[in-house]
T-cell receptor, first 116, second 113 residues
C-alpha cells in the first residue's frame, strides 16, 4: 500500500511568488491534515479536511494560504504571495475515517519550502 | 488549550544502551491519545508507538516502550538496545477528538557507535 506522498520535495522561490504544494493521502483515508514546521520550532497544525470539506482551518496563518481538496482525494496548499516567514517544512498526513482508526495519522515526507 | 513539552532538545546514547526521552502534556480531557513519532535525517516521519489514555497498560513495540503516567501527565519513551538507525528527531504528540495533533518541540537523539 502506498504511503502519503508530497510534491515537490523542495521548493525555492522568491518573496512575492506563488507556490503550490500537493499531497496525495493513503488511498481510502477520509482525513487529511496539513502541518508546518518552521526552522527549530515545533510542528504546528494548519488545517484538517474530512473528505472534501474543511473540518478545521484554525491553524492557517493568514489569507495568503489557500487549501483545497478536490473530490476528497488529493489536496493542494497554495501560498500567494509567499513571504520570508513562510519558509519551513510542510507536512501532510492522513488517517482513516470514523469507521476506522482515525487517531493514527500517517505522514508524508514533507515539502521543504525556502522563500528568498 | 492542550500543550506538549519536550524538555530535552538534544540527547545522545551509546549503541546498545538504553535511553529515555521525556514528554509532559497538559489537558483537561479524559479521553485522548499520545504518540511518539521519529524523523530520521532527511527521511520521512514515522509512527513509533501510540498509547490510549484509557488503557493503564504501557504500550510496547519491540525495543520501544512508554512510561505513561496519566495523573502526572507524563509520557516518556524508552529505547532499549539503541541502534545507529535510531538516530533521529523524536516528537511527542497529543491527539483528542478535535482531530489535530499537538506536537512537542522535538528531541534530537544521536546514537554513537
Amino acid at each position: 500500500e502506498a504511503g502519503v506522498t508530497q510534491f515537490p520535495s523542495h521548493s525555492v522561490i522568491e518573496k512575492g511568488q506563488t507556490v503550490t504544494l500537493r499531497c496525495d493521502p493513503i488511498s481510502g483515508h477520509d482525513n487529511l491534515y496539513w502541518y508546518r514546521r518552521v526552522m527549530g520550532k515545533e510542528i504546528k497544525f494548519l488545517l484538517h479536511f474530512v473528505k472534501e470539506s474543511k473540518q478545521d482551518e484554525s491553524g492557517m496563518p493568514n489569507n495568503r494560504f489557500l487549501a483545497e481538496r478536490t473530490g476528497g482525494t488529493y489536496s493542494t496548499l497554495k501560498v500567494q504571495p509567499a513571504e520570508l516567514e513562510d519558509s519551513g517544512v510542510y507536512f501532510c498526513a492522513s488517517s482513516q475515517g470514523l469507521a476506522g482508526n482515525q487517531e493514527t495519522q500517517y505522514f508524508g515526507p514533507g515539502t521543504r519550502l525556502l522563500v528568498l | 488549550a492542550q500543550t506538549v513539552t519536550q524538555s530535552q532538545p538534544e540527547m545522545s546514547v551509546q549503541e546498545a544502551e538504553t535511553v529515555t526521552l521525556s514528554c509532559t502534556y497538559d489537558t483537561s480531557e479524559s479521553n485522548y491519545y499520545l504518540f511518539w513519532y521519529k524523523q530520521p535525517p532527511s527521511r520521512q516521519m514515522i509512527l513509533v508507538i501510540r498509547q490510549e489514555a484509557y488503557k493503564q497498560q504501557n504500550a510496547t513495540e519491540n525495543r520501544f516502550s512508554v512510561n505513561f503516567q496519566k495523573a502526572a501527565k507524563s509520557f516518556s519513551l524508552k529505547i532499549s538496545d539503541s541502534q545507529l538507525g535510531d538516530t533521529a528527531m523524536y516528537f511527542c504528540a497529543f491527539y483528542n477528538q478535535g482531530g489535530k495533533l499537538i506536537f512537542g518541540q522535538g528531541t534530537e537523539l544521536s546514537v554513537k557507535p
